[in-house]
C-alpha cells in the first residue's frame, strides 16, 4: 500500500497558476503509474493527468491539455501537477492517486480500481 499526501492547494484569480505536490510514502516500488484526478461538488470524480513511472509517459485530459504539466520527481518520491491559466471551471478538490496494476493507470475513474488515494486538496479558480 502507498500513502499519498497532497499539497499546493489554495484560491486563484482566473488564468492564475498553482502547482500541486504529491508526496508519496510505503510499497512504492510496486507503483506503475501516478495521476491526478479531481471532483467538483455534485460532479463524478475525473482523472486529469496520467504520468507512468518506468518511462514518464504522460496522458492528460482534453480539458486541461497545453496548460497542465505532470511530472515527477522519483528520488524524492513526489508527483507535481503545474496548473497553467486556470479557469473557474477548473475548481474542484484534487486527488493523487497511485497504481500498481496496469488496468487501473488510466484517466478513466472507477470507485472499484485497487489504486491508493491521497485526502485531496482544494484549488478555487475565482472568476
Known amino acids: 500500500q502507498v500513502q499519498l499526501v497532497e499539497s499546493g492547494g489554495g484560491s486563484v484569480q482566473d488564468g492564475g497558476s498553482l502547482r500541486l505536490s504529491c508526496t508519496a510514502s510505503?510499497?512504492?516500488?510496486?507503483?506503475?503509474?501516478m495521476a491526478w484526478f479531481r471532483q467538483a461538488p455534485e460532479k463524478e470524480r475525473e482523472g486529469v493527468a496520467v504520468?507512468?513511472?518506468?518511462?514518464?509517459?504522460?496522458v492528460y485530459a482534453g480539458s486541461v491539455k497545453g496548460r497542465f504539466t505532470i511530472s515527477q520527481d522519483k528520488a524524492k518520491n513526489m508527483v507535481y501537477l503545474q496548473m497553467n491559466s486556470l479557469k473557474p471551471e477548473d475548481t474542484a478538490k484534487y486527488f493523487c492517486?497511485?497504481?500498481?496494476?496496469?488496468?487501473?493507470?488510466?484517466?478513466?475513474?472507477?470507485?472499484?480500481?485497487?489504486?491508493?488515494w491521497g485526502q485531496g486538496t482544494q484549488v478555487t479558480v475565482a472568476s
Open positions: 492517486a497511485a497504481s500498481a496494476t496496469w488496468g487501473d493507470c488510466g484517466l478513466r475513474y472507477s470507485p472499484y480500481s485497487n489504486n491508493d
Open positions: 510505503g510499497s512504492t516500488h510496486n507503483t506503475i503509474c
Open positions: 504520468i507512468y513511472t518506468d518511462n514518464g509517459r504522460t
